[in-house]
Structures are given as C-alpha cells and as structure tokens.
C-alpha cells in the first residue's frame, strides 16, 4: 500500500503539475498565434525496422484504414524498433495507437529518445497517431499525464495525428484493484470524467495550428454494451457521458471500442469436451456473423438508437489473439484457458491473416472506419503477462511466428 499523502503535499503536487500544463501551453498567445515551433528530432540514425520472416501471408486489405498498437514493453524498450511495414507482409504501417506519452515510473532521461523515435517513424511513414491520455482517480496524475501528451503531440504536429483518446475502457475502473467507491462517484456521478474530457479538448485548442480540429473519442470495452443502449449504472454512467460527448462534439466526436473474440466469455468447450473448435471458429469469422464484426454490429445498432445516423465515425481500437495462452484468459474463461489448441500460434496466425484481410464489411450496417490490431511485442498487463504481439522482445530480430499454418501464402524471408 502507498503511504498516507499530507495535504500540504498533495497540494504541492497540484500546483507542481498546473505549472506543467501551463509551461506546455505557454506558446500559445491571447492572440491564437499557435504554438512555438516544436523540437526537430535528430535526422534518421538507423534503418527502419523489419521483423525478418521466413513467410508472407496475403495482403492488406484496405491498409490506410489499418493501424497497429503501440505496447509499453516497445514503447519504452526499443521505440526504434516499430516495425514500419506490417509483420510478414510489405504493406507500410499506416497508423499508431499509443495508450499514452509515457508512464510516470519509466526513465525520464529516456522519454525524449523515446519520443524522437516515434517522431521519426511518422515522418518516415506518413503514419498518422492516435494519442491516449489517462482518467484515473488522482487528478494530479491524471494532469500530470496530460501535460506530457500535449508536449508529445506538439512534437509530432497535427499532421500526425489522427485523435486523442481520452480514458480506457472506463466502464470498468470500478473493478480494478484498490478503486475506492468515493472515486467511482466522484468520475461518473460527481462530473470528474466529463469535466477532465472538456479541458482536454480546451487545451487541445490552445494549442492552435489545426490541434482544435482533431478528431476526439474515448474507447470503452464490450462491457458498455450492457445496457439501453449503453450501460448506466453507477459504477459506470457510460451512456450519460456519451450523450453529452454527441450533444457538444457532434461529427468531431469516434466512438470507439475493443473487441477480443479471444476473451469472449461466451465461448465454451465442444459438447463439455475440452475441446473448443466452434468457439476458435467463430472467433476467426470475420463474416457479420462471426464473434468480433457481431458485437460492432451491435455496437453500430445502439449507436444508430444513441445518434439517430447510421453513419457516426466508429474505431475498433483494439483487437488480437494471443499465444502462448494469456495470464489473463483463465479470469475471463477457465475452459478456453484449460484448452489446448486455443492459444496455439497456428490460431494467432490464422486470425492476424483473417484481420489484415478483412474488408471491415459488417453487412447491412456501416462499418468501422479504422480498426488496430494489438500488438508489436508481448508485453505485460499490470505485471500479467499477455502475448499477443507480434514480435517477441525487443532483442529479436525475427517475428513470432516462423512456421507457416496458412495454405498458398508465400515462403520467403525479409531482412531487416
């Protein structure tokens, strides 16, 4: 447990991150000049990075509608090494999710390196960035972060940006660890989430230089399904906070969600065997009828009924598979967990191909105008291990997968 903090101190740290913000801000004038010129990074020192592969699967469909997400075990590791072109393909890597600017108990010294290199990529690339900023319940943590994102987004310029994801599936704070249910009413009930969103988007137009044009989400996970149409309860007022981003932002506001067919709770074992091959079946149908485009099917419905358009902007921000099996998967599905051929790598495979292939059609029902795949390397979840990326760490040279499972791809090897 963290000791007791006095109030003296916590309203030092207060005032220690409005300095921040108001440091960050200082280019901007009264008069909406814009902001000073942001920092040249250093000129390219390496070659771009590719995971060598001994084979090449089918090409990215729709590819400038396809992004990757950015783990923290890349970000803070080996930033250099994001790969520029998609694993095992030729295709370029047209977009960046990143969950944050940096994390407040990473090295300082590293953070403008950091932040050099993923300049350096979007440049190299033209990959656009949508940029996530935590809500969380320590107001100077949360405008700490902030800061930092201003300062990052500044750097890289508007013309990599796609968006500014405010919270992380904030539907489910309330059953993380150590959340009190003071802070869960002082989000949602008490105005903090709401209020937090405003000011971001307020200092986004301060910053000038076409910052107050960009696009603005924050992206909720499948459990703000729950509800008519969105959940509403007090452990997460989902729809309430969403009415209000539809009334004030309009056509600015994505709305945005993470959808894994992989922690599906439904699925089951094949007639109380420890088999599951129906359920790996659905989970690799990218048909309207298949796990993952079902629930943006669903997710597109209830925002026709929250809207009244069946044409609102709507990213799939994150989906995956991992293998080996996630830490994670027994706390969401004990048989898929205790399933042997679920969490293989012939399955991430074959659902990797299935994304980078899929036409993003959901049917009757328009669908989503961007989609990330998660992610480049297997990182943690707080300090559980996940595996979903692509790579391994940041010390291999190859891709994870090696073997080929998938019929009439190419067998091939890209260097680096």
């Known amino acids: 447990a963290r000791p007791p903090v ?35 990074p250093p000129g390219p020192t390496a070659k771009p990075y590719v995971c060598e592969s001994e084979f090449k699967i089918g090409d990215v469909v729709l590819p400038a509608h396809k992004g990757l997400a950015l783990d923290d075990d890349t970000f803070r590791g080996c930033p250099g090494k994001i790969p520029v072109e998609w694993p095992h393909t030729t295709e370029p890597v047209a977009s960046l999710r990143m969950f944050k600017a940096w994390e407040a108990d990473w090295p300082e010294e590293a953070r403008q390196p950091a932040w050099d290199a993923i300049t350096q990529f979007t440049q190299r690339s033209g990959a656009k960035v949508l940029m996530g900023t935590q809500i969380t319940c320590n107001e100077t943590a949360d405008d700490a972060d902030w800061a930092l994102v201003l300062r990052l987004l500044k750097q890289l310029g508007p013309g990599s940006v796609m968006g500014v994801a405010i919270g992380n599936e904030m539907e489910l704070l309330y059953s993380k660890a150590n959340i009190t249910k003071q802070c869960i009413a002082n989000i949602w009930a008490g105005g903090y989430f709401w209020r937090k969103t405003v000011e971001r988007v307020q200092d986004l137009e301060k910053l000038g230089d076409g910052f107050g044009n960009v696009t603005l989400t924050s992206v909720f996970g499948g459990a703000v399904l729950g509800g008519a149409p969105f959940v509403e309860t007090p452990q997460a007022m989902a729809l309430s906070y969403l009415k209000n981003a539809t009334e004030e932002f309009g056509s600015r506001w994505a709305y945005s969600i993470n959808v894994y067919p992989y922690y599906d709770p439904g699925n089951r074992w094949d007639n109380h065997s420890h088999t599951c091959n129906t359920a790996i079946t659905r989970g690799l149908d990218l048909s309207p009828a298949g796990d993952m485009p079902s629930t943006l099917v669903l997710f597109r419905q209830k925002l026709q009924e929250l809207t009244g358009r069946a044409n609102d902007t709507m990213w799939l921000t994150e989906t995956g598979w991992s293998s080996p099996r996630a830490d994670t998967l027994a706390g969401a599905n004990l048989q898929m967990a205790q399933c042997a051929n679920f969490s293989t790598e012939k399955v991430l495979q074959r659902y990797y191909d299935e994304v980078l292939n899929w036409n993003m059609s959901l049917g009757e029902v328009q669908g989503p105008d961007h989609i990330f795949y998660f992610t480049i390397r297997d990182s943690n979840n707080f300090g559980v291990g996940e595996h979903f990326g692509l790579i391994q760490t940041c010390d291999n040279a190859t891709c994870k997968m090696q073997q080929n499972y998938l019929p009439n791809t190419t067998t091939t090897t890209t260097t680096t």
């Open 6 to 40: 006095s109030v003296k101190m916590a309203r030092a740290a207060t005032v220690a991150a409005a300095a921040l913000l108001a440091a960050t801000l200082a280019g901007c004038s009264a008069g909406g000049k814009g902001p000073s010129p942001a920092p040249k």
